[in-house]
């Protein structure tokens, strides 16, 4: 028997990975994204960086890589395919405004996902209730927050960087979790291709979620030691923080994870959906 196409509203902002995204996930068959609401730039890292007074060169390189970085990952295709994804732009909040979350309402998909925009504060979280994803870039409840893909290079805790797929709540990243994934990391890549290839890893994986989404197991919680868990906010992120995680590449942290990973990761699990 054939399976019934899944609906889907996408909430997300417009850097090229979120282009990417909505574009990506729209592509398939058996997915008809409704609509895709986009945030605008407007108040990013990057531009948070460039206006403090402070020094901030190496940030700012930092924050370029990423962007040419993300070029390479995801450029060509998103800068190609046809657009089905049924875009809105807004400016950054405006996705709690009452005529985006009627639309949404009326719109009345089997799902919605969210992923890069604002923290949503609507009755669409009560109304669509186990029916609203939020992807995480991080491994909750271990990291939380801002960066949580960035800290673990701060830290030396390179278990921690990967995918969070939540039931969206009213916390910050403090949902049901339903699936998560690790970074698929090799020897010599850089923050920027661990941290892109993983973002590509995560939507292949979402296609799974969505198309699997009415046979997925309930998970039970993560039993792990609350020292571990980590909450960072953006200001968090200076020049010395940044210089902290590159000086610990340069130490060879990502070797000295890889050597050790199966009994490292072993140490701290994770939840992984048997039906994705």
Request: charged content about 25%; aromatic content about 10%.
């Amino acid at each position: 028997m054939l399976q019934k196409m899944k609906t889907i509203v996408l909430l997300t902002g417009s850097e090229l990975r979120h282009d990417f995204f909505r574009k990506f996930i729209a592509c398939d068959s058996e997915i008809n994204v409704l609509a895709s609401f986009c945030e605008s730039k407007k108040g990013n890292l990057s531009e948070i960086v460039k206006k403090e007074e402070s020094k901030n060169e190496f940030r700012t390189n930092h924050l370029s890589a990423r962007e040419l970085t993300e070029d390479d990952f995801f450029g060509i295709f998103s800068h190609t395919v046809q657009d089905l994804s049924n875009p809105q732009f807004l400016e950054k909040g405006e996705i709690n405004n009452p005529e985006y979350v009627q639309q949404i309402i009326e719109l009345n998909p089997d799902i919605i996902i969210s992923y890069g925009c604002s923290i949503i504060r609507s009755e669409l979280l009560t109304i669509f209730k186990k029916r609203f994803v939020n992807i995480h870039l991080g491994l909750s409840p271990y990291y939380r927050g801002s960066g949580t893909n960035f800290w673990p290079f701060v830290n030396n805790e390179l278990q921690f960087i990967g995918t969070t797929f939540m039931h969206i709540d009213h916390g910050i990243d403090t949902g049901e979790i339903i699936h998560q994934l690790r970074a698929n990391i090799n020897s010599n890549d850089t923050i920027h291709q661990i941290g892109n290839r993983l973002i590509k890893d995560s939507f292949v994986e979402c296609i799974g979620l969505i198309k699997n989404f009415d046979a997925l197991d309930d998970m039970e919680p993560i039993a792990f030691d609350k020292t571990t868990e980590r909450y960072y906010r953006k200001k968090d992120f200076t020049e010395e923080s940044l210089k902290i995680a590159y000086h610990n590449l340069d130490l060879g942290s990502l070797d000295k994870y890889l050597n050790e990973k199966e009994g490292i990761d072993a140490k701290y699990p994770i939840l992984k959906n048997p039906k994705i």
